[in-house]
């Protein structure tokens, strides 16, 4: 079984920046698509940004720019640099590993606030 635990979210004035960390239990990370979700009060869960084993990168379209994916495979962690947050980024983030089955985090809160 394979556990994921976010961290680094938080509470964030307009503009600032976070970066949400991702730690998986197993090695097989490394050998896993993993994605970034979130989902806002009342919403849907949505993709924000996925990475491939080999290191593709996807985002939506409204994070764009903004946003940065990355993964370190020796340290079985995945991260997410948020810069020039907005409000309509407070949400749930969840972190999603894909390695035969989906397999995915707690969440943790990220709050855009003033």
């Known amino acids: 079984q394979v556990q994921l635990v976010e961290s680094g979210g938080g509470l964030v004035q307009p503009g600032g920046s976070l970066r949400l960390s991702c730690a998986a239990s197993?090695?097989?990370?490394?050998?896993?698509?993993m994605g970034w979700y979130r989902q806002a009060p009342g919403k849907q869960r949505e993709l924000v940004a996925s990475i491939t084993n080999g290191g593709t990168t996807n985002y939506a379209d409204s994070v764009k720019g903004r946003f940065t994916i990355s993964r370190d495979n020796a340290k079985n962690t995945m991260y997410l640099q948020m810069n020039s947050l907005k409000s309509e980024d407070t949400a749930v983030y969840y972190c999603?590993?894909?390695?035969?089955?989906?397999?995915w985090g707690q969440g943790t809160q990220v709050t855009v606030s003033s």
């Open positions: 197993r090695s097989i990370f490394s050998m896993s698509n």
């Open positions: 999603n590993a894909f390695f035969f089955s989906h397999y």
